[in-house]
């Protein structure tokens, strides 16, 4: 072997570190990259778990253990590009974030969804929102996710598509006749028949029925079908179009324009940065 292909080798003969068995017990393993196939520095890099993803668990408790690990003399923490995840274009586009960041099921969720809106001959401010209703669930966060979504687009579509976004989180909870809404069974199997949405959620569901949109936010909740087809494969070009006219796509690319929610697409491009 040259010297250069020496040079290349894969270095899947690194062995993985022998975990302390208190990291091991709380299944820290998970948060701990071996220098494997991939490594290009032959480092470890420890992931910490953002706090809203582990707080009121196990492994809330193990920050100080982590924060020890990563004290190893060639282990830091992971900072840019996560070799387990796809590189992201230098300006991503939607497209690039809906392909190679959100998870499979609530990507093909938001597309069935649209798809069924433009079935159903809707307005394309209703397809894109339909689109784009549960994208904080599928790259950033589940917990108050019409909020954090309707954020995180706003700069980039009509107001009344993020308005829409926004209030589809309370309006999911309450039927509408009128549409032939009715609360969800997903919902019932989700939080069990005796559950009672906040207060918050309930104030948020009446002005929203007072407000001129509300009949947009409520067609989100019309095509927001959770018997969807796990198996159907919808192309995101199928939308190219309805994007293309209802959202602004930045030159600098999604997390780089300077907008007030640029971070939180960078959050989805370095999900794993330890700051
Ligand atoms: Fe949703
Ligand atoms: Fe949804």
Redesign the pocket.
Known sequence: MSESAEARRPSSRVLPHELPASLRDAGLANWIREPLDDAVDRRRRIIMPPAAAVLGTPASACQSALLAEARHPDTVFMMGDNPALPKLPPRPALKDFFLLRFRAR?RS??LQ?ARVARENGLDEKVIMA?LL??IA?AGLLSANHGYWGAQMVAPYVDQEVSWAIEK?EAL?YFADDSVGYTYPDAYIEYFGPDYDPPDYIRREYQAARQHRWYMTSRL?TVN???SFDPDAVVDFDEFEDVVGRNFRQPEEGLGFDGSPVAHMWRTMIWPNNFL
Do not use: M, T
Request: hydrophobic fraction near 35%.
């Open positions: 609530a969720h938001l969804s339909c209703h549960d669930i589809h999911r989100i927001d079908i959770y």
